[in-house]
């Protein structure tokens, strides 16, 4: 048996929703379906902060400067060599991914 609110279409499973209802401490199905994703989305955001704050201790700069230097092979270390390599995409990633998890903040 499927749940399915009056105000949108939503359809979720009774295990899920009571679940859902439980974890956001509401009895309506969709504020806790906002609150859970919420929640997640602050706590993605936060985590990729987080990331990208190491990457810049490291580093001693921000992105932008880092892939300057990394493109320019203007760092102190072979950009080319693998594990640089693989800290710039890894940085960029959570440089993109950051950008895409702030749109859906309120």
Not at 14 to 36: M, Y
Request: hydrophobic residues 45%; without cysteine.
């Amino acid at each position: 048996m499927a749940v399915l609110t009056k105000e949108a279409s939503l359809i979720i499973s009774p295990r899920a929703g009571k679940l859902l209802t439980s974890v956001a401490e509401t009895a309506d199905l969709e504020t806790a379906l906002w609150k859970v994703l919420s929640d997640y989305i602050n706590l993605k955001v936060q985590s990729l902060q987080d990331e990208i704050a190491q990457f810049e201790s490291k580093w001693g700069m921000s992105f932008a400067e880092f892939s300057e230097k990394f493109g320019a092979d203007s760092l102190p270390v072979d950009s080319y060599s693998y594990e640089i390599e693989s800290e710039f995409w890894a940085w960029e990633q959570a440089e993109t991914l950051l950008q895409h998890y702030e749109a859906f903040q309120s």
